[in-house]
Each structure stands twice: as C-alpha cells, then as structure tokens.
C-alpha cells in the first residue's frame, strides 16, 4: 500500500516523472528449478512473501504502462553483493564474519544458512550502473528489464572463496538455524539479453574481484 499511495501520487502530481520500480528475480518463485535462464516473459510465480509483496505492485504498474497511465520502467534484479551490502544478506554475512575472524573479534566458526542452493551473483556496483543507464535511456520506458549476470554457482563457492581469501585454514562452518530459510529457491540464473540490447550494459567486474572487495570493505568497517 506504500508503494500504490507513492504511485498515485505521482501519477496526480508529476504524471511526466520517470519511475522506475526495483522489483525482484523472486516473482519469479522455483521457475528456474530445471536450470533455465529466467526472462522477463516467464509467469510471476511468488514463492515467499517478499516475492508476493513484490509481484503484486509489479503487477499493479504493469496495468499502469499498459493502458499509458505512467512512463514506468520495471527493473528485476538478481542476486548481487559488494561493498557496503549488508551483512544480513547471506554473502555478506560470511564476509562480515571472517573479517571478524581475521580481527580476532570472532572465534574461528562460520555461521552459515544452506550453501546448497544456485545464484548467478553480480556485483552491486555493475547493478547500480544497470540502473543509471536505464533511468537515462529513453529506450526502456515501458519496459520489463531483468539485471543479472554472472555464473550460476552454488552458494558454497562463494564462502569457500571467502575463506580462501582470508587465509586463514581452520575456520569450521556451522549451521545456523536462524540463517537458513526454511522456504528457498533452489536455483537461480537470469537472461539478460534485453539489458545489453536497450542500453549497451554489461558487469564489469568479477565474482572473484566482488568477493575481494567485500571482505575488503569490512575489514575497513571494522577498524
């Protein structure tokens, strides 16, 4: 209802605004479960509340840019990380506490969510620009436009490749049952085909560098 009030505000007093609405790969809920690339066409099937949440308003505007009520464009991001993302998101959660780990402030044990589940991960700031480019182009109003790239990757690689970072050899992982969710999608990876073509974007940086970066970051956080 947030999102709807701040919608029709707009829309009655700056009906000429670009809007862009950050939307999410979780409308589309298990769709991908056999190893398929996700596309803007493929049905909205929520599997958790934030993706229901989610799907309703991008849902919402699309009736909106359909019978031309709003110049509105429809981002859905995929999993992504960096600098600054916070450690309450999974990735950032393992840098968060080797960096903790590295400064002595830890003991050397991992509190981890499952590690079996597949993303295609991209960096933050390669999303970021994704949206800049959008919001500038004329070309993308009206449009559904996924913002993804990377490989698709089970989440232990990028703990592992955390660890390896750290070096440090006898950190130990241990589940946590507060960090795994009991309703997940199992797998994840997005075409995004129609970002490159509409405004010529592209991830520039790579999961390796991304992961660096992000120990990096916290470490600097800490101090």
Do not use: H
């Amino acid at each position: 209802m947030g999102s709807i009030n701040l919608i029709t505000c707009i829309k009655d007093l700056q009906p000429s605004l670009k809007f862009i609405f950050c939307s999410t790969v979780e409308v589309y809920g298990n769709t991908g479960i056999d190893g398929q690339k996700l596309k803007e066409t493929d049905k909205l099937l929520p599997a958790n509340p934030y993706g229901a949440s989610k799907a309703a308003i991008d849902l919402y505007l699309q009736e909106r840019i359909n019978n031309k009520q709003m110049n509105v464009v429809i981002v859905r991001p995929f999993c992504f990380t960096g600098p600054r993302r916070g450690y309450n998101f999974s990735i950032s959660s393992d840098a968060y506490q080797i960096a903790k780990i590295i400064k002595n402030k830890q003991d050397k044990i991992l509190r981890i969510g499952n590690l079996d589940t597949v993303r295609a991960v991209t960096d933050v700031r390669d999303i970021a620009n994704a949206f800049f480019l959008i919001m500038k182009s004329d070309k993308t109003n009206g449009q559904i436009i996924n913002v993804c790239g990377g490989e698709p990757l089970k989440m232990r690689y990028y703990t592992e490749k955390l660890i390896e970072l750290s070096k440090i050899n006898d950190i130990k992982m241990e589940i946590d049952e507060k960090l795994w969710r009991p309703i997940d999608i199992y797998y994840q990876d997005g075409d995004n085909q129609l970002c490159k073509d509409l405004v010529d974007w592209k991830p520039k940086y790579n999961i390796d560098e991304t992961l660096k970066d992000l120990l990096d970051y916290w470490l600097n956080k800490i101090n």
